[in-house]
DNA sequence: TATTGTTATACTCTATAACTATA
DNA sequence: TATAGTTATAGAGTATAACAATA
């Protein structure tokens, strides 16, 4: 029992559960920016780099040099939309669906050991209050600002 | 219901607090970095600088710029210690206690306007539940890593 | 010689603005 | 003229190492 609110503790935990990810996917050698932009790029494939850039709350500049790295390395591919010739339409590799798995398995291996401490049924009951809190924040599912790296505007 | 886990929730919910909290304080002029200094300078008066370093996780030359503005700010006051004069004890004005006092208060705001979405039964259970994973995971309370605003390790 | 605090240097990261090509 | 993507420049922020004062 300490004085500390639930905000806190929000900001607190969440800070840990994004280092310790960060620490996982670290070991594939990958960025949380680089998965955040190879979750939406799974998702919806074919988008713009300015599409995915506005999802992820960052700037069009940054995307280059992500995408340059991601694409060089074989796992993410620039398509020319043949309808508006500027456009690129990004879209996965097998090797890019591949690694996504590995990810995956990395997220799963994550949320067991961030929620040792609590049993199934409490585990339930926390979603489902961060979800309230989420949707009623306006939160959009799936992008949080680890993604994007920016500062505070 | 999507389908993503409490961890991704938890990394999400929790960069937006810290977010909407650097906000607030921003509107007092600070950053999270120096409500982190002065709370730990208010909770244990007369530590060294090298102390809190250790305890905010970051560098003590970071604390450096951080003392020198919140001092010249009048809030706060590097005094030496007679035992060894290679030590400052930092410690809190008049007006830097109540700066403080204005600190619980948009902090006490915080709290209500991110868990608008729970009633008072639920936020005790998010409460619960948080504290529970904090132990396992052991975090130090009241302090979490966006004080130090350093890079993941 | 070791430690506290300070300063100086280099490095990383980000934002802003110009530039190329396509429309 | 407007837009997608790219590149270049400058700025903020951080870490590393060297320095002065004290033990």
């Not at 591919?77 to 879209?91: G, M, S």
Request: glycine share 10%; proline share 4%; net charge neutral.
């Amino acid at each position: 029992m300490n004085g500390f609110g639930s905000a806190f503790l929000l900001a607190q935990v969440g800070a840990h559960a994004a280092q310790r990810f960060a620490e996982r996917i670290g070991e594939l050698d990958l960025t949380p920016a680089q998965v955040g932009l190879l979750r939406l790029v799974a998702t919806r494939p074919g988008q713009s780099q300015q599409a995915i850039a506005a999802q992820l709350g960052t700037q069009p500049t940054r995307l280059v040099a992500l995408v340059d790295g991601l694409e060089k390395r074989g796992v993410l591919e620039r398509h020319r939309n043949p309808e508006d010739r500027r456009l690129y339409a990004l879209q996965l590799t097998d090797d890019g669906r591949e690694l996504m798995s590995r990810i995956a398995i990395e997220a799963v291996a994550h949320e067991r050991a961030l929620t040792a401490a609590l049993s199934n049924d409490e585990r339930g009951v926390l979603r489902e209050l961060l979800t309230k809190i989420a949707d009623e924040q306006g939160l959009q599912p799936g992008v949080h600002p680890g993604y994007a790296g920016g500062r505070l505007s």
